[in-house]
């Protein structure tokens, strides 16, 4: 039930073209989403949260689209810039947990120019 | 965002030494603090959460003795690397959390251990 699924596992998109990567939750507990950004050989970094009082959020472009239904939410890329390849981790906690969070498996992005 | 400072960023041993590491919140306080463990093209493996004050704690199949967890003050915690081993060689990550609860979590840089 702690689980969070994230997919694809690696994505190759053309500069220009929309990055997508989806995760799924069981744990309707969950109430905090955040995307991190990882480079190689770099600690991962807070890319955008949502919490799920909101259907969707967006910085620049980056926009995280929530279904507290289906327990799912995704992140979009925009425009997707070759400098945004790195690999992406969606999280999930709760807020009883103390900011632990639980990760998906990552997504490795390529952007192509 | 607040910063996490991790060091080193890398470090090289010899088996059966130990390795220091040590993750600092520079610009807040954080109360809690984790230690997590990648392996490459991995996800983060939670090893242990370490509380100000008190003992760390520590997920299942993490050896205590093997990776000691020391969060002496609200801005420093360290983990130490015990009689270091070849397969103990990963990327070991900390992080910190500004506020209780809110679930907002920052990033050291990492330190990339390698055990010879």
């Known amino acids: 039930q702690q689980q969070v699924k994230q997919s694809p596992q690696s994505l190759i998109v053309q500069k220009g073209g929309i990055s997508i990567i989806n995760c799924a939750y069981e744990?309707?507990?969950?109430?905090?989403f955040p995307w991190y950004q990882q480079f190689p050989g770099k600690g991962p970094a807070l890319l955008i949260a949502?919490?799920?009082?909101?259907s969707e959020k967006k910085e620049g472009r980056f926009t995280i689209s929530f279904n507290k239904s289906a327990k799912q939410f995704s992140l979009h890329i925009m425009d997707s810039q070759p400098g945004d390849s790195a690999t992406y981790f969606c999280?999930?906690?709760?807020?009883?947990?103390?900011?632990?969070?639980?990760f998906g498996e990552g997504t490795q992005l390529t952007v192509n120019p | 965002g607040a910063v996490v400072s991790q060091h080193p960023s890398w470090v090289i041993c010899k088996s059966g030494t130990s390795v220091k590491i040590e993750c600092r919140s520079l610009?807040?306080?954080?109360?809690?603090m984790f230690w997590y463990r990648q392996f490459p093209k991995q996800s983060l493996m939670l090893m242990a959460t370490?509380?100000?004050?008190?003992?760390?704690?520590?997920e299942q199949g993490v050896e205590k003795d093997k990776f000691l967890i020391n969060h002496a003050s609200l801005t420093l915690s360290t983990l130490t690397v015990t009689s270091a081993h070849p397969e103990d060689s990963s990327f070991y990550i900390c992080?910190?959390?500004?506020?209780?609860?809110?679930?907002?979590?920052?990033f050291g840089e990492g330190s990339r251990l390698t055990v010879l």
């Open positions: 992080s910190a959390a500004p506020g209780r609860n809110t679930g907002e979590l920052f």
């Open positions: 744990n309707t507990a969950f109430d905090y």
């Open positions: 949502i919490r799920p009082d909101v």
């Open positions: 999280a999930a906690t709760d807020g009883t947990s103390g900011s632990r969070l639980t």
């Open positions: 610009d807040f306080q954080a109360t809690t």
């Open positions: 370490s509380n100000e004050g008190s003992k760390a704690t520590y």
